[in-house]
């Protein structure tokens, strides 16, 4: 038995029939599934997470494969299919089969009262969300119909409807959002109405309507409201022309010279103008370059420019100066298909479908960037200009350009602000955590010069101190010392900074690599206790920035202290409990392991891991740092079921003097039984 003819061919009857009508001027004609999806369908839920929810548009993935050859809708589903078989690991078998029908599902929110909107693709039951998307235009019937979230892509990135939408973001922000007024420190609200202190130098770029004229003006403590720039440096940093020096500052008062400066500079100029603001702050043009005092003044104020900026300008895809904020986008591929629908007054309306372009602000150069962490997480908005969309990012609300509702709230920054912000108690061991998460990504980003790994997070540090977390040390906090110790390499192992020593050898900071603090979470099975005691800390800072680059640093602690020997094993060989690592934390697992044995015996007591490649000379001595007793509850019963010890490993260095080489965990619950007390100083 044969169906509907395609292309003068006879089909199998699973086959989909075409329509006559060819909504798109020179395209092929719709399939009828095609021509059926309209905003009511999509609307259409049924039963979620059943094969009833949604619109059935083919019967089969392979009526899909076969219609695709000659409907352009369905060569879109078809491709956002394969987009989903190549990135998520789709099984060949889930595409086969009569269980295989394809449906489009509207989001949920549809049936609460907010407009339909394609959310995902239902290929049998595996479930593909985000690879497509219909949009319709502002003139279209469609948007006066309220009938569709998403809206097309400007081919400008600064085009006036941009600029609109960016300033409707801001206003709504600053009007109805009192979260976003909210600091990390939480010491103060911001009132964004009013007048903000300036930092020390801004840009300005003139009043509205006034001549084009750009000025480096010293505030003397002037008042007003700015706009911040979050940029990247590129991998040899910026042209001298681009920086602000002793020698260039008398003449940057009166009149920079805009064709010199970078296009991101030059764009963001433009962008600050166009929002309608006067002043805008640019580190590189803010803070003299080869002036160490005032380097070291400014950058120490950094993290509070950032956060009293009533917006920050994210130049998110250029990796240096030279490519700019407003960077050209490339003609969407495929090209998008026109749907039309009737709307209830019976006038036409337009769906436009297209492949949903992949852009994870994670992986965007800017991103990669060191001094970026902390203007992200003080920055309280954000508007980043990528190569494909602008996206909004604020205390309360993310969107994007084209109205994707779903973008960085659920992302581990949203996340990690919102989690220092709402912290209920300043000691909480969350906001720990969330410490060690920032400095587990901020260990694997990168510096142009290696000699800021402290200076960078130094803004941050300083608004969390504020929060009472503690007494900084050098990238730890006192207060929770013990766990903050625990730090280990990840996939890479450590190496000293090009630029010589940084940080005392207990500081992540010291090495250059990222770090990981995998074994310092505790689960919900897992009580750890402190063992060694803190009996005095210091460290010295060279700057006027007390959160910024050290000289020295040293930690007296009294602990039980053993040597072991170490020999080198794969992470396989490594038998140790680990502790569940939180859904919001960041870690990397080491791939060696080092196994610690008992000298004496030459039995296997623990393993650990070790900061450098390089094996340290001789024994290594163990510090008993704290005791982990995991219960579990079995059959009623909760009792001890493992105990081990988590310790430093230290070489000796001098005289009295020990240094970090790694971390690890004694796993022979009574090696340590009959150790004296003694104290160490580590530096």
Known sequence: MTGKSVCGQPQPDLCLSYSSQNPGEGRQPLCDSCNGITPAHLAAIGIPGTRKAGYLHSPSFRALEYSAQSCPMCQLILLAVDERKSS??????????????????????????????????????????????LYTNEDDPAILAGDLVERGLDTDPASDRNFKLASQWLNDCVANHPACRDTVSRISLIDDLSDQPLPARVLDVGPQGGPNNVNLFETNGRRGRYVALSHCWGPGGLLEIAQTTTKTLEERKSEISQHDLPKTFRDAIVAVRRLGFRYLWIDALCILQDDTMDWEQESSQMGSYYQNAILTIAAADAEDGSAGCFILRDPPFPTPVRLSFLLQNSITGHLFARLRPSINIEQCPLSQRGWVLQERILSRRILYYTRSRLYWECQTRTTSEDCQLMLQRNLRFGVLRNGLISGKDAQDTQLY?????????????????????????????????????????????RENLHNGLLWQAGDIKLTLPPSGPRAPSWSWAALEGPVSYEICVEDGDTVRINAARILETEVKTNSLNPYGAVLSGTLVLAGCIKAATVSIQKTEDRITHTPTISSTMVYLGANTYSILTNPNSNTRIGWISLDAAEMPRGNIFCLRMSDNKNTMDCGGTAGVFYDSHNILGLASCQEGYYTRVGMGEVQASNWFEGSCEEEVKII
């Open 88 to 133: 998520q690991s789709l099984p060949e078998d889930r595409l086969q089969g009569p269980r295989s029908e394809i449906r489009l599902i509207g989001s949920p929110a549809a049936n609460a009262g907010q407009p339909p909107r394609l959310s995902e693709i239902l290929c049998g039951n595996s479930k593909m969300s985000g690879y497509l998307s």
């Open 433 to 477: 955590n969330q410490w060690y998460m920032m400095v587990a990504d901020y260990t694997m980003r990168k510096l142009t010069k290696d000699r800021d790994k402290l200076p960078a997070l130094s803004g941050l540090a300083a608004e969390l101190q504020r929060r009472t977390l503690g007494h900084y040390l050098a990238g730890l906090w």
